[in-house]
């Protein structure tokens, strides 16, 4: 499998060596236990002669040349954080000449992969529209505003489609690269996960942070600090509407446009972020917690906790361990 991870300038450090790093021990440990086979073959390019890091360190690049034909190009993140860098960062003149690369290699037929903000050159592209995705939890809503037409799910860890392959926030860059060793062969991924002790999550919803998400809207923000403050209640939208001067279809119309769920979805999400919060410190019961976040039983807060984390009571209580 050819490989081009596409390297521009301020690129996040980790993004980059942890793909290296798992490409470099599926090819070791397929030669130990496969024959050699399969193979990755994987090319670091830049845009620009010189490429840093965003620690400063020199990335060896080679130049992007029209006989460079990988069936994979891997778009890793960028080290911008706030929105509005990463909307500045989209403008760069080397930026802009990625995305130009990005779509001609689709057009090639190469196959297009990115993690974390490197997702935003994707869409930037158009190889998303209409498609699902996935992005940095933290910037969805960003992401969601920016690129309408994409069918963005925060809360998975990794989505394939025709194009390629999108993943999540930070770390994710792992996800991916462990992905296509598995696209290659399931039996050396699951021995470099073994050797590298990680393996391919599936959902980013236990990190995401409904505060951080509220921030990017002044009327999401004033619906989560209301919600928080009703928990123990039954949720009803025209209540909570009423209660921030608002309609219920702008409140609907917002929270979906910014956080890409419905109101109640998102107060659902608040009762599970402060479940979790309860399972780890409190010492109360299942029911108990329950009672606390506005549920009659412990039953149905069990049932909820496993469908939006994918993971079991015992799961969670043990992360502290």
């Known amino acids: 499998m050819r490989i081009t991870i596409l390297a521009l300038e301020g690129l996040w450090d980790t993004g980059l060596t942890v793909m290296l790093d798992v490409f470099a021990a599926a090819n070791g440990l397929s030669a130990m236990e496969f024959g050699g086979t399969p193979h990755f073959d994987v090319t670091v390019a830049g845009v620009r002669r010189k490429v840093r890091s965003a620690q400063g360190l ?7 040349t029209p006989d460079l034909k990988p069936d994979w190009a891997i778009v890793p993140a960028l080290n911008v954080i ?3 860098h990463v909307v500045a960062a989209l403008s760069r003149p080397d930026v802009v000449k990625a995305i130009g690369e990005i779509r001609r ?18 869409a930037e592209a158009g190889l998303l529209d209409n498609r699902e995705a996935t992005t940095t939890w933290s910037l ?13 799910d925060e809360s998975r860890m990794l989505v394939s489609t025709d194009v390629g392959a999108t993943a999540g926030a930070a770390m994710g860059h792992l996800d991916l690269a462990l992905w296509l060793v598995r696209q290659a062969s399931p ?10 002790l990680a393996d391919l999550r599936s959902l980013q ?10 921030q990017a809207d002044p009327l999401m923000l004033r619906f989560e600090r209301w919600a928080r403050e009703h928990l123990k209640q039954g949720f009803s939208l025209h209540v909570a509407a009423d209660a921030l001067a608002t309609s219920p279809r702008t409140l609907q119309r917002r929270c979906n446009a910014v956080l890409g769920r419905s109101p109640l979805a998102y107060f659902q999400d608040l009762r599970v972020e402060h479940a979790q ?37 015992r799961d969670l209580r043990a992360d502290l361990r």
Request: one cysteine or more; charged letters at 15%.
């Open 58 to 64: 020199t990335v060896p690049v080679k130049p992007v």
């Open 82 to 84: 706030l929105p509005e």
């Open 205 to 214: 919803a236990p990190y995401i942070i409904p505060n951080h998400l509220a």
């Open 187 to 196: 039996e050396l991924a699951a021995l470099v996960s073994r050797y590298l």
């Open 140 to 152: 969805a809503p960003l992401f969601r505003q920016r690129y309408p037409q994409v069918l963005v």
């Open 277 to 313: 919060t309860l399972l780890h410190g409190s010492g109360l019961d299942l029911d108990a917690i329950a009672a606390e976040v506005g549920y009659v039983d412990g039953a149905t807060l069990r049932t909820l906790l496993r469908q939006r984390l994918g993971r079991g009571v």
């Open 105 to 122: 290699w689709h057009s090639e037929g190469a196959r297009i992969g990115a993690s974390c903000r490197g997702t935003f050159l994707v």
